[in-house]
């Protein structure tokens, strides 16, 4: 697609229970990004990558979550034990290179209730 | 560390009117800074970057922002607002190097659009 597609839009799991999101990057773009959207923390940045390596993972909340990416294209994020402060919208942008003058272009989301 | 300030939660505008949303930023160093629009249920889509150069800069939609470095500032306009641009906006500042490479948001400015 011409866009950043994540997956699924929409998830509802209950409190304990592992979660997976995806992303699926612009294709060509090398850096991809990860960012949480709640109503109390507004928009927060957690991880990025450039191809497959996660230089700084101080970002992610807590040792709970983690984040992948292989064949330098689609990332999961995985939260193991999900609490229900992990409720958020999770953002995935991706741009063509590292670094701020590079645009990063956003998908739609993934909107995460826990119940 | 770099942080963006909205001070306007919520703006409520007439159609046809103009609109100026303000952000003030904080960081070290020349900053890059973007502004971004969301509309509900939807990603973030960029409107406009600054990364050197005019502190005037020209985006989509017929919106215009304008860097003022003495006063930390990179407030968004547009001259005449549609129904359409109700939406919620962000201002962005990015870093680069130390593998800080996501951007900082400020909380957001919802804009209501009156007919």
Sequence with gaps: GAGVSQSPSNKVT???????????????HTALYWYR????QGLEFLIYFQGNSAPDKSGL????????????????????RTQQEDSAV?????SLH??????????????LSIL | AQSVTQPDIHITVSEGASLELRCNYSYGATPYLFWYVQSPGQGLQLLLK???GDTLVQGIKGFEAEFKRSQSS?????????????????CAVGAQGGGADGLTFGKGTHLIIQP
């Excluded at chain 1, 959207?37 to 109390?40: D, E, I, P, T």
């Excluded at chain 1, 999770?90 to 991706?94: D, G, I, K, R, V």
């Excluded at chain 2, 005449?80 to 109700?86: E, G, N, Y």
Aim: glycine share 10%; charged share 25%; hydrophobic share 25%.
């Design chain 1, 14 to 28: 209950e409190k304990g229970k592992d979660v997976e999101l995806r992303c699926d990057p612009i294709s060509g």
């Design chain 1, 37 to 40: 959207q709640s109503l109390g």
């Design chain 1, 61 to 80: 909340p807590s040792d709970r979550f983690s984040a992948e990416r292989t064949g330098g294209s689609v990332s999961t994020l995985t939260i193991q």
């Design chain 1, 90 to 94: 999770y953002l995935c942008a991706s």
């Design chain 1, 98 to 111: 590292r670094g701020m003058n590079q645009p990063q272009h956003f998908g739609d989301g993934t909107r």
């Design chain 2, 50 to 52: 600054y990364f050197s």
């Design chain 2, 74 to 90: 990179f407030n968004l306009r547009k001259p005449s607002v549609h129904w359409s641009d109700a939406a919620e906006y962000f």
